[in-house]
């Protein structure tokens, strides 16, 4: 006989689930389409195309269409997966189903720190192209930020978080006319470069033909000039999933469509700004890239349509000054809402404390979320107060979190073949391990530097995952927990400490010394925690914690790394990056289960939203 009160106590709680505030489901294909466009479309179409020449010379070109077709293999993954999970937030859980918590987090940490770095980013490109007449706000000595342009920054940052703050319906609308004014501007930037001042001979007929830097470049030089960080944003789309009204299928057609538009942008922009420079206004010699670039680098296409002489073109930069705020003002106002999302979905999944899950009951809007990711977004601004300082971290957490969509993907059609997929990868034979490699090259090619500031960054955010809900889940005392966050927190920073500080200056023998103290940080924590609770998610976090500690490796022997002799010199050391990338997305691919939250998808179809 059922228990009246248990009855009682099971209805009150499925009303009280009911009457929480949901996300507000408006938005359309369109909206879908342009947000991932406006993703992509900010402050790195004014600032890519004369960086991607400093480091690729006219052989940019080729690096602008390369990592379009990279990119296709990660997006078409992350379509199904979008297809799959229309959740806000989404990239921050997908990994989850397949390989747990530990696994998840370390990605989702990274795509965190990503999203929380491109905020700061779009707010000092503004306040540097704005410098020009707020002379105040930028030192031009150091090339950063004065205390004032930093309030300035934080002003805007503090701006867009009010617009999200009130509504999802508000911002829909801020987005498509910002969107609209960042394509039309850049658009009318080719046609007008391409018609009234353009030379041909820039590209072959200079010293050091098409390729000054080596063929090469055009794959190495694509992290550190912006090529990669300008295609980003496509995940905007999938960020905004859960406000969708049809998001299995607006959510994959709409991102899959803005890359192939933003695409064709990026290349015929290049392409225009090649033929657009004129040399002996820059006073630089004709085929000095480097030169080109310290002459124009705060304001390429400004400077480049005022050096032709051309009326109309010489007046049009003012309206490329003008665009200089609002194409980073779109992306801006993008990621202060996506940070939060990631925020907030890693709240649902138990990554955080609940109270990052809150939705306003009035604007429905993840409000904790927003204003801790505005905390955080200000903070930044101190430390990294350039553009290309912020976009280097920004870039290289981003691809990091990209791993997760070949991987996911397949390893969710090994373990629920029969669900239901909205949108289905094609030739996913191929696709899949594709876009883990793909993902995995990018991160090579940040360079060692940069790749070993992910990897630190990654182990400091570790115990929070521990500390946080998780931690409960595991069964272990608080003492452990506290006991396993302080030796990561205390071992992390030693070895950062003795590496910069000692080590450094060994060589190859100090970074032995180095890597091997990160690589036992890692493999300690875990071992412990597996010996007092056998979780499974230990074992399906094991292809990561692999992948963590031989990128690092190969990162600094190959020839983006500290040697001044590489042992792994081009193109050998990119061979040895796909073979073991491959290794280590068939161990993951291995080690994948089907979590608690993956076997209700199977039996229900899909999870729904919180």
Known sequence: MDNPSNNSSSEKTQTEKSSQPKLKKVLTFTDIFLVSLTGMIGS?????????????????????????????FMIVTFAELGGLFPYSGGIARYNHYTHGPISNFFLSWAYLISSITTSPVEAVAIVEYSSAWLKWAWNPEKNVLT???????????????????????????FNRIITALKFVIPVLTIILIFTMYFDGRNFMGLPGGFFPFGAASILTGSIISGVVFAYEGFEEGLMYAGEA???QRDVPLGIITALFVVAAIYILLQVAYIGGINWSAARVSPGDWTGLYNAWGSSPFYYELVSTGVPLLVGFAVIIAIDAILSPAGTFAAYVGSTARQIFAMAKIGYLPEIFGSIHKKYRTPWVALIFSTIIAIIFLMPFPTWYSIMSVSVSAAVYSYMTGGITAHALKKLVPDLKRPYKTPFWQLFYPAAFVVASLFVYWSGWSVVNVIIEVLLIGLPLLFLGPYGKKLSVSRSFIYAISLFVWIGTGSAIGL??????????????????????????????????????????SSWLIIYNIVIGIVS????????????????????????????VYYIGLKVAYKTEDLEKIEKTGIVPEE
């Open 245 to 247: 009204k049809n998001p």
């Open 147 to 173: 205390p004032e342009g930093m309030g300035l920054a934080a002003l805007l940052i503090i701006f867009f978080f009010i617009i999200q703050y009130i509504g999802v319906s508000t911002y829909q609308w």
């Open 556 to 583: 600094y022997i190959g020839s983006l790394g500290a040697l001044s002799s590489p042992l792994l010199p081009v193109p050998y050391d990119i061979i040895v990056m796909i073979i073991v990338s491959l290794l």
């Open 499 to 540: 590496y910069y500080y000692v080590l450094d200056g060994m060589g190859i023998q100090g970074f032995i010394i180095y890597w091997s103290l990160v690589s036992l940080i890692q493999i300690i924590t875990l071992s412990l925690i597996w010996l007092k609770t056998k979780s499974p998610d230990i074992k399906a």
């Open 44 to 72: 790195a179409w004014l600032f890519s195309a004369l960086g991607a020449l400093n480091y690729m010379g006219p052989a940019a070109i080729l690096s602008w269409i390369v990592a379009a077709i990279l990119f296709v």
